[in-house]
DNA sequence: GCTATTGGTAACAGGTCAGTTACTAATCTG
DNA sequence: CAGATTAGTAACTGACCTGTTACCAATAGC
């Protein structure tokens, strides 16, 4: 099943989120799901062949984490078709360009003393990190 | 049905490729898949109760045309659950500001007489409109 | 007005998917 | 070793989804 077969029940997505916040077993979120054991675990395996979660063995417990690289196909279409807004969409590319002109601007008023302007600059370093 | 189970068929996520070149009509759409025309009718209307698509009577045609806005849902729910690779993540404000930098920059450069380095700035004025 | 074209609906058949209960395999614990 | 816990599988049922053909309504063109 692809992706986007796998992201279309609501009860696997919502696996998806509990996973979205750390490694969890099988038996734990079949009992923060309204379903039963097997349905949880045969879910997982759909979530599996699909590439959005990843089984590590331990002992007689299994712990499901999430792959968000999984995702790639959906959100590769999703941005293939175009913004759902006409948002912004910058590249890797753009940011370099921009982070350059914006440590140089920086670097200059500073030098030649200019106005207190805060500094955005530092935001997207620490976002990109 | 959601935009989730929406997007979860490949005749449907075909149907939204060929409507993002432009608004089609039904047998527009029924010719070029290899499906009947009541199926690509039903899937239209699926699509159009997600509120991926939207259509336009003129006369007896139907012209239907992608409504990209409808794919937030799936947007919003994929960035919530974080980035699939760790990549750029950029907000309107951050660009602002930058934009705001950037455009400085090259207006102080031009006054002093620096290197010709191209104006990036207008490459995302353009793709934000 | 008659015919052709466009689009939607109805009814039906086939297949797939989600859920359950019952059972089995493997591992930890006393 | 015996019992308990964890996880997966098998078999089955019920619902839903997709596709088809046949039919009906509305509009354009002669």
Redesign the pocket.
């Given at each position: 099943?692809d992706a986007f077969?796998?992201l279309?029940?609501p009860?696997?997505r919502a696996l998806l989120v509990a996973l979205a916040a750390g490694p969890a077993?099988?038996?734990?979120l079949?009992a923060s799901h309204?379903?039963?054991?097997?349905?949880?675990?045969?879910?997982?395996?759909?979530l599996a062949e699909a590439g959005l979660v990843a089984?590590t063995?331990?002992?007689?417990?299994?712990?499901?984490r999430l792959q968000r690289p999984g995702l790639a196909p959906v959100t590769d279409w999703l941005e293939a078709l175009g913004p759902p807004d006409g948002g912004p969409r910058v590249t890797a590319a753009h940011l370099d360009a921009l982070d350059l002109e914006v440590r140089r601007t920086t670097r200059d008023r500073r030098t030649t003393g200019a106005d207190g302007a805060d500094d955005r600059a530092d935001d997207r370093a620490g976002e990109t990190a």
């Open positions: 099943m077969a796998a279309a029940d009860v696997r077993r099988v038996a734990d079949a309204p379903i039963s054991r097997p349905a949880v675990s045969r879910h997982l395996r759909v089984a063995d331990a002992g007689r417990e299994r712990h499901y």
